[in-house]
Structure formats: C-alpha cells, structure tokens
C-alpha cells in the first residue's frame, strides 16, 4: 500500500480499500441496499375496517390490527381523516378489540399500513358516500357532485354552496350512525409491491483493541407516499439502533456443556445505548403506487435490514477484512487483524 501524503487516504494497489490512518485508527465507509417483499400472502385472510359517523359529527373507525409501537392508530386515523374531509381530532379509533372489531392483519412484517390501509380508505369512502346522500337535499345537489374538505361538504362545481358537516350529520338517526365498511386482502408476491431503501455508514476502527465506533449513517428509504414522515423518519432512526446492536454488539451466547444462555440480562446482552448511536442523516423519496391507501407502503424492520451490512462493508473498507459472522465484537476483529499479519 501507499500513503497520499496530500489527502491523508491510504489506498490498497490489491484491495479495494480507503482508509484514513492516524495512529491505530482507521477510517471506513460502506453501503448496502435491500428490498422487501410487502404482504407476500403468508396467510390466506382479509383485512376489514369499518367506520361510523354519528349525529354528533364525530367518526369512529374500527379496525382489528394492534398498535406495537409502529403508529398503526395515527395513520389509519389520517388516512380515514383525509378520505372524509375531517380533521384528525374527529376520528376515534377503536383496535384490537375483538369484540367491537372485524379481523385484521397481524402488526409484524411491515405489513399492516399496506394491507390494512386500503380496507380503511374503502371503509371512509363509502361512508362518505352515504354521508353525501343525505347532504344532497340540503345543497340542492346530486351526491356525485358533492365533495368534502377540510369539515365542509361542497358542490364540486360550485365551492361556495358549502355546508358544515357537522350541521349535515345532525340528521343522521342518533341509533343508526352511517356506516361504512373496507375490505383488503392479503398484497400478491410482486416486485411492484415491495419497499427499497439503501444505506451508507462511516467507521472508525482501532486496529489496537478492536473497537469500531460508527460516526455516521445515511440512510435514504422508500415507503410509497410517507403519510406521516415524521413517524416514518422515526422509524428509520428506531431500524438503525436496531442494526447496530446486531452488526457489533448483541449475540446470545450459551454454554457448551450445559446448554443455558449466558447473555441473559441487559448487563450481559450488550444493547447499544444513546453513547453508541452515530449520527443519522435520513431521508424518505416518495413514489406514487394506487394498489396502497395513499400509495403507502410498510415502514418496520425494513429499515434495519441494510444497516448491519454498510457497517460491515465499512468496516472491510477500513482494515481490508472481511467479517461474515455477526456481531462483529472487538475480539473478532483483533483476532482476525492477528491473523492477517502471520498471512493467513
């Protein structure tokens, strides 16, 4: 190898590798890309939403999937939010509750925005539709002339012959709310209906002890259209936390003899902490597909999927070595480092 005295990179004659050298420590970078199949089918079931406005003006929207962690009730609730012309504080959303709720798909695999999603738009929609029926004598208006934004109902060709929704809905029976309702079944295996999404990680390894600090992540993602980015930005920074435990710190290791895990506590297991997540720069491109509410698509673990490979391509990129077993722990690579001085 050669030194560029002018950048400071040493650049491998033999090897594709970049390196900034000061003292023990070397500096790397790496990307890794992925896709992943949304709703492939693993079951054979439908997804079903329901909806109700009542004579109050409020809208009540039922769904069976459980919300995790993953922001299921915000994004339903928008997307019904969006599809009635209400605001978001009108909608009340009932899940998880079999006693109220139909069947809904399980919240794992990224799978509940793009499978349930539709139900819910198809659910708001017909809602809507029946809610304009009963607002067409009041504008003197066909139904299908009839729209709704921002809690009025309006004729289409003529915005100013408007009406309040909530004035509307009084005439709704306080016993027979108008009803509507969706139905989704499982998204069919097709590239068409997958997310993508690449990343790149810069690292910093100490040749002496093995210790690899990561100092930057970049991260760029497509979910469809991002009906929440904040949430979906969240969920990028929840993916990468996720992915560096996995690239460097997290392994269950058990005893031989006795077969008993020995990594069994937070002590032992070792999870990153707040000290160990890198910088993250994250960004969301939006593409339009109509087979999802909204174009929306999932947004889970899709976003841990590339991380433990950039950090592993970095890291290769920084020492020259490969690492095909995850964790990447620092006695791994300062056994590996060892073993490449003596040429194995």
């Known amino acids: 190898m050669y030194e560029d005295s002018h950048s400071g990179y040493w650049v491998g004659e033999e090897e594709a590798v970049w390196t900034v050298k000061e003292g023990t420590r070397r500096r790397g970078i790496g990307m890794s890309s992925y896709l ?44 019904a939010a969006e599809e009635l012309g209400v605001n978001l504080e009108d909608i009340t959303i009932v899940y998880g509750d079999t006693k109220d709720t139909r069947y809904g798909p399980s919240c794992h695999a990224s799978r509940a925005t793009p499978e349930l999603g539709p139900a ?45 929704l909530k004035t509307v809905c009084q005439r709704i029976d306080p016993e027979e709310p108008v009803r509507g309702s969706g139905a989704r079944a499982p998204n069919p295996n097709s590239p068409m209906f997958s997310t993508f999404g690449a990343q790149a990680a810069e690292v910093e390894v100490d040749t002496e002890t093995g210790q690899v600090d990561i100092l930057k992540m970049t991260a760029v993602h497509d979910f469809g259209r991002a009906i929440n980015p904040k949430l979906c930005i969240s969920q990028i920074y929840g ?39 890198p910088q993250v720069d994250a960004f969301l491109t939006e593409a339009e597909d109509p087979y999802f509410a909204y174009s929306a698509k999932g947004a889970g673990e899709n976003t841990n999927a590339p991380t433990p490979a950039a950090i592993r391509n970095a890291i290769y990129n920084a020492i020259g070595i490969w690492f095909n077993d995850l964790p990447i722990t620092p006695d791994k690579i300062i056994k590996a480092i060892q073993e490449k001085k003596k040429g194995g």
Not at 249 to 259: A, I, W
Request: no cysteine.
């Open 36 to 79: 992943v199949f949304q709703g492939v089918g693993l079951r054979p079931y439908t997804a079903y939403a329901d909806v109700e406005i009542k004579s109050d003006g409020t809208v009540t929207l039922y769904v069976g999937v459980v919300d995790i962690g993953g922001g299921q009730q915000t994004i339903f609730s928008m997307i």
């Open 120 to 164: 819910v738009l198809q659910a708001a929609a017909e809602a809507r539709k029946n809610l304009f029926d009963i607002a067409a004598p009041v504008l003197g208006a066909k139904p299908e002339e009839l729209r709704s934004k921002n809690g009025q109902i309006y004729v289409k060709s003529n915005p100013w012959r408007s009406v309040p």
């Open 239 to 277: 993916g990468i936390g996720f992915g560096v435990g996995y690239a460097l710190s997290e392994e269950g290791l058990y005893d031989p003899k006795t077969g008993k895990l020995l990594t069994k506590n937070l002590h032992q297991y070792k999870v990153p902490t707040s000290l160990d997540f």
